[in-house]
């Protein structure tokens, strides 16, 4: 499996960001509009990683993988199935792919499709 999209939900994006940066060498770029106003940086096998704050008060830190997939309709219907609960479903992010979110076992996954 490959993490196509990692994204860290924090209330200090600019603090960690700065962590990335000085101990990893990486560069963000951002305020993105278009991932909840998340400062980017690639990876080395062409993933992503995304830092932002919450986007509304019930928000909690987190931090969520999303796989990458060719199928995400049936990946995520898969997950479903398999006794997650859906998050949130598939949605095109102009530009970037399409994502999904699913829950279980106290942690929270997604998937994404370029």
């Not at 102009?94 to 106290?106: A, E, L, R, V």
Request: aromatic share 10%; charged share 20%.
């Amino acid at each position: 499996m490959k993490i196509r999209y990692l994204e860290i939900v924090t209330p200090d994006p600019k603090g960690t960001c700065k962590i990335f940066e000085l101990s990893r060498g990486v560069t963000f770029t951002g305020p993105h509009a278009a991932v909840g106003n998340g400062f980017l940086a690639d990876m080395p096998d062409g993933g992503q990683i995304s830092v932002r704050a919450p986007m509304h008060a019930g928000e909690e830190p987190v931090t969520r993988t999303y796989f990458l997939t060719d199928d995400i309709e049936d990946s995520t219907e898969a997950a479903v199935n398999a006794g997650a609960e859906l998050a949130h479903p598939a949605l095109e992010i102009p530009g970037m792919g399409t994502f999904s979110i699913f829950f279980h076992g106290g942690n929270q996954f997604g998937f994404w499709q370029d």
